[in-house]
């Protein structure tokens, strides 16, 4: 492997959770430093998510696209990542502009990766430039080296797959003996030919005896990393992991620690059962509820969707009785593989293979194509993670075009076959296209937002009907928001929901506020007061998670025995003030819950501001297709009449309704969208955002923000405020 640099370095010892050094590497000029974090910095922005802000915020502009040379990667962890004694502590965030959104996006990832980069000294890597050759960077902290190599190359097979590459690479540098004291991150050449590629965090597994991958799925970071001639960082440590975060209370930390994982033992059992069964388990509660997607949103529930519940992949393909934490200490362990699973389709076909997963989403992008076979769900999902697609943006998109060829916008001539549902082999097809580029893979490795723009131009020019007509029509049942595509919930009949999708600041993933479940199944939103509420709140507690390395499950997942006799059981605050506790006695501070919301909501209004900076910040851009407020063509309401019949009468206190069916869904949908523009309203004044959504002032005065930039920013949207803060 040819060395293009490398660096001597002494691994920082980590301290109270902090390394407090970020490795900086500019592959144009193939430069290596390392920053001292300072304590203004290090308070100020936490970790994680707030590292990955501040540095982009400072380091980009307003031009900065997210191919541009001085676009960053940013991978971090958090203080509170890489301690076994605490469960969900493996997290780390890819923090970059978006391929698909223009702006920032955050995607959260397990594995070892980030507790080996910290052992390796470091809190974060921040990575910009552009090589003109594909490289890896290799970090052996126990050598104390830091290389930018050339990427080796293997065979055409191996090319192909970020899971095979990453692989091939780490046997490479192992010399074929891959263990626990390393870790890489990759991304595949499906990254390389779409907007929506992956980052894969491998890690070696020894009760699987195998590597095994997370993903960081949303917004396209994989192909941001393969934009930049990245092809792999590699993190080497062999330092023990017990210990290794020294806390400043280790007693503390373990205490806090063992609470938790006795609530996970006595619970989740009684729960959502995650730890048997893994995510698949919410396809029953979300198909239940009208919830699962089914042909790209349009229906709720399927006859056919118990072929992809949890017990068959339980049945058939998982291994059973291993404890499968995506790192060290976690027993809810909902990271679920299956070993030797036979592909029968795609160009690997014939070979055997380790699956990890699926996930709900994965198994929902499935169903959101109108097919219910496991055996493809399986197969999706390895693909996916081998070529580095999102499952989630690949099946939205891919579900969206096949709505537009049921709809007459797309012909078979233009598609080059019939894009019809439920159809297995066109579905493979199409996903293998995407990946490799070809044909009308093309099309959809753009993702739904500019997928959209060019049917509307190929509709147009067809039938001579204006774009603008075109795009209003598709835009009822396009699936995304400010160009991300939507995860895999039904928002229709949740309006907290909606807004969980709607306002947040990435675009429409559920990670910041994941409300379907306690609205729509628990029933604990009941008011638009309680809803308006949660959508302040939730997103807060859940940005602090992605600030300081940890997994959410744990807390949103297993409800605490104790939280149902608190003010607001779905806050679940008995297991959240383990975390507090964990987090003083990790990192030496004295935090109350709500110092730890302020610091969020700092790093949530810094966000915001990246946001109204690249132009995705203000109230259009949080507005959200008509398929995500309810039934977009009368065949939806339809599929529900007396449901929908029953709430439009309650709604407007009548016992008759008009006749005509296209009368009563154009009144619903008029009350859906008079409540989601309320919703922002009393939202926004929540946040302290003006109605424009335009971040107040004062708002951000009071989260320490405003600096020349903001000033400037906020004056540029006409703040009076501002023009008097200037002149001062
Ligand atoms: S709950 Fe699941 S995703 Fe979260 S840390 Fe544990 S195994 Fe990983």
Redesign the pocket.
């Known amino acids: 492997m040819e060395i293009i640099n490398f660096t001597a370095y002494k691994p920082a010892a980590i301290r109270g959770g902090y390394t407090d050094k970020i490795l900086r590497v500019d592959l144009s000029s193939a430069a290596i430093s390392i920053d001292t974090v300072d304590q203004e910095f290090k308070e100020k922005f936490v970790g994680g998510r707030g590292y990955a802000l501040k540095l982009i915020w400072d380091g980009t502009s307003a031009e900065t696209q997210s191919d541009s040379p001085e676009n960053i990667l940013v991978l971090s962890g958090g203080p509170l990542c890489s301690e076994p004694r605490f469960?969900?502590?493996?997290?780390f965030i890819v923090g970059t502009i978006s391929p698909l959104t223009e702006t920032f996006v955050d995607s959260n990832v397990?594995g070892h990766f980030a507790p080996l980069m910290k052992l390796c000294g470091f809190d974060a890597i921040a990575i910009t430039g552009v090589s003109h050759k594909d490289v890896v960077v290799a970090i052996d902290g126990d050598k104390g080296s830091i290389e930018i190599i050339e990427a080796p190359q293997f065979d055409q097979e191996t090319e192909l797959g970020a899971l095979s590459y990453g692989e091939a690479l780490l046997n490479l540098i192992t010399e074929g003996q891959i263990h626990e004291n390393i870790a890489a991150v990759t991304a595949g050449v499906g990254a390389l030919n779409t907007r929506f590629g992956i980052i894969n965090s491998l890690y070696f597994d020894p009760r699987r005896k195998r590597l095994r991958a997370?993903q960081a799925g949303r917004g396209g970071t994989g192909t941001v990393m393969r934009q930049k001639g990245l092809r792999g960082v590699v993190v080497k440590s062999a330092l023990p992991r017990i210990g290794a975060n020294n806390p400043v209370d280790p007693k503390g930390v373990k205490e806090a620690g063992s609470k938790l994982k006795r609530v996970i033992s006595q619970m989740d059992p009684k729960q959502l059962r995650?730890s048997s069964w893994?995510?698949p388990v919410l396809v029953e509660y979300m198909d239940r509820y009208h919830l699962l997607p089914v042909q790209n949103y349009q229906y709720g529930q399927h006859p056919d969707s118990p072929k992809v519940f949890a017990d068959v992949f339980l049945e058939k393909y998982f291994t059973k009785r291993l404890p499968?934490?995506?790192?060290l200490g976690?027993?809810?362990?909902?990271?679920k593989g299956a070993e030797d699973v036979q592909l029968t389709r795609g160009p690997m076909a014939g070979k055997t293979v380790g699956i990890d997963g699926p996930e709900y989403e994965s198994a929902a992008a499935v169903t959101s194509m109108g097919v219910f076979d496991p055996q493809f769900v399986m197969e999706y999902n390895w693909y996916c993670d081998n070529y580095g697609l999102d499952t989630i943006s690949m099946g939205v998109t891919a579900s969206f075009l096949m709505e537009c060829y049921q709809r007459g916008f797309l012909t078979e001539e233009e598609v080059g076959y019939r894009l019809e549902w439920g159809n297995v082999k066109i579905a493979d097809r199409l996903l293998h296209e995407t990946a490799q580029g070809k044909g009308f893979g093309r099309v959809c490795g753009q993702g739904v937002r500019r997928a959209k723009e060019w049917v509307a131009k190929q509709y147009s020019i067809r039938t001579g009907r204006p774009v603008d007509s075109v795009m209003a029509e598709l835009n009822k049942f396009a699936m995304e928001v400010k160009g991300l595509e939507f995860s895999m919930y039904i928002p229709k009949e949740s309006l907290a929901q909606q807004g969980g999708y709607g306002f947040a600041l990435k675009g429409p993933q559920h990670d910041e506020a994941w409300l379907i479940f306690i609205d729509q199944i628990h029933n604990e939103l009941p008011t638009f007061e309680t809803k308006a509420e949660a959508l302040k709140w939730f997103p807060l507690v859940r940005t602090w998670f992605n600030a300081v390395g940890?997994?959410?499950?744990?807390w949103i997942?297993v409800r605490h025995p104790e939280a149902a006799s608190t003010e607001d059981p779905s806050k679940n605050h008995p297991s959240l003030s383990y975390y507090v506790d964990y987090m003083n006695a990790t990192t030496g501070s004295q935090k109350t819950m709500e110092d730890l919301l302020e610091d969020s909501e700092r790093l949530y209004m810094l966000q915001k501001l990246i946001n109204l900076r690249h132009g995705k910040g203000t109230r259009e851009h949080d507005q959200i297709p008509e398929r995500a407020m309810g039934p977009a063509f009368p065949n939806e309401y339809q599929a529900r009449e007396e449901y929908y019949d029953q709430w439009l009468k309650e709604q407007l206190g009548l016992h008759e309704l008009p006749a005509a069916l296209e009368e009563r869904h154009r009144l619903l949908m008029q009350l859906r969208q008079k409540a989601y523009s309320k919703l922002c309203d009393v939202v926004y004044e929540e946040k302290g955002y003006s109605l424009d959504g335009i971040p107040l002032p004062e708002t951000v005065e009071k989260l320490r923000l405003l600096d020349r930039q903001a000033l400037d920013l906020l004056q540029g949207h006409g703040m009076e405020f501002m023009k008097r803060a200037l002149s001062n």
Do not use: E, F, S, V
Request: glycine share 20%; net charge positive; with cysteine.
């Open positions: 469960p969900g502590t493996g997290k397990g997370k995650l893994g995510t499968d934490g995506c790192y976690c027993n809810l362990a909902c990271a940890l997994c959410k499950l744990p997942d």
